[in-house]
T-cell receptor, first 113, second 109 residues
């Protein structure tokens, strides 16, 4: 693994289903982030984690949850998917919270029908 | 509220120079970032400004004026591979990034 990986690459999901998007980084970065990117809008922060064991809410957290059990992994869960959650989801990391540039994973394209 | 404004789309010619502007109104300021994003790919870091002035990095330069809430990204000697979206992001008082919607740059031969 080099950098950040995300899985799956893409997914079509029926409304009401539960889904977990996976994110793993091998850079030993302390901070990790989940964004969604929709056409015509900037990246919007869903949840973040400044260090393992802590998480925080971003701009658009409703309908999503995260956990940070260790440094490397930061999964995002949609408890009951709705069509408005159709988006491209990017996981990112940075060395420290609020410090330096963020490195992005390749993204997960999610369609909720 | 917090707001980042960038032009939606710009067109330029291969070999020319283009300037992409970004204006911002945010709760606090702790630096401004420019990222490049090719279609279907992840954003990648281009530049960072926290003090007023110009930062140069090869063909790319970024300028910041904190008093005016303004930045620009200057791309010289444009190449076809520079066709991409360019994202401006400001780190606010909580050290979170606020992102503009991005400027799609189209390079014509």
């Amino acid at each position: 693994i080099a950098g950040i990986t995300q899985a799956p690459t893409s997914q079509i999901l029926a409304a009401g289903r539960r889904m977990t998007l996976r994110c793993t980084q091998d850079m030993r970065h302390n901070a990790m982030y989940w964004y969604r990117q929709d056409l015509g809008l900037g990246l919007r922060l869903i949840h973040y984690s400044n260090t393992a064991g802590t998480t925080g809410k971003g701009e658009v957290p409703d309908g999503y949850s995260v956990s940070r059990a260790n440094t490397d992994d930061f999964p995002l869960t949609l408890a009951s998917a709705v069509p408005s959650q159709t988006s491209v989801y990017f996981c990112a990391s940075s060395e420290a919270a609020g410090g330096g540039e963020q490195y992005f994973g390749p993204g997960t394209r999610l369609t909720v029908t | 509220g917090q707001n980042i404004d960038q032009p939606t789309e710009m067109t330029a010619t291969e070999g020319a120079i283009v300037q992409i502007n970004c204006t911002y109104q945010t709760s606090g300021f702790n630096g401004l970032f420019w990222y490049q994003q090719h279609a279907g790919e992840a954003p990648t870091f281009l530049s960072y400004n926290v003090l007023d002035g110009l930062e140069e990095k090869g063909r790319f330069s970024s300028f910041l004026s904190r008093s005016k809430g303004y930045s620009y990204l200057l791309l010289k000697e444009l190449q076809m591979k520079d066709s991409a979206s360019y994202l401006c992001a400001v780190r606010d008082q909580d050290y979170q990034l606020i992102w503009g919607a991005g400027t799609k740059l189209i390079i014509k031969p």
